[in-house]
């Protein structure tokens, strides 16, 4: 599961399409191949698209990944999302309406 953002889900609707990604998937590592095992947690699902991107939480929006590579895919899609934040700025802090602007009164 994600690190980030909302992290762990734990809706019963999100623990049934894990385990149906896992399920299909054959509990294998669909980056490296690695063979995990039902209930040990050493592979996790992954929604392929994230959810914050508009990704759905259906079968096909979904892949199992070892935990190394579900960590590290967790890690760009947070590292993306700060540039993207970063690229768009924060907007201008706005004057209440019934406010007038601060006028400098020190004389400089």
Same mark, same amino acid.
């Given at each position: 599961m994600s690190? !980030?953002?909302?992290?762990?889900? %734990?809706? %019963? #609707?999100?623990?049934? !399409? #894990?385990? #149906?990604v896992l399920q299909r998937d054959e509990y294998r590592c669909q980056q490296c191949g690695y063979q995990g095992r039902a209930g040990a947690g050493d592979v996790e699902a992954d929604h392929i698209t994230p959810v914050y991107c508009g990704g759905k939480t259906i079968l096909d929006n979904g892949q199992t990944l070892c935990k190394p590579h579900h960590d590290a895919k967790s890690e760009a899609e947070r590292l993306a999302a700060l540039r993207d934040r970063h690229q768009r700025g924060r907007r201008p802090p706005e004057t209440h309406p019934g406010q007038q602007p601060r006028r400098n009164t020190l004389g400089g």
């Open positions: 690190r !980030w953002g909302s992290g762990r889900t %734990s809706t %019963s #609707a999100h623990r049934r !399409w #894990a385990r #149906a």
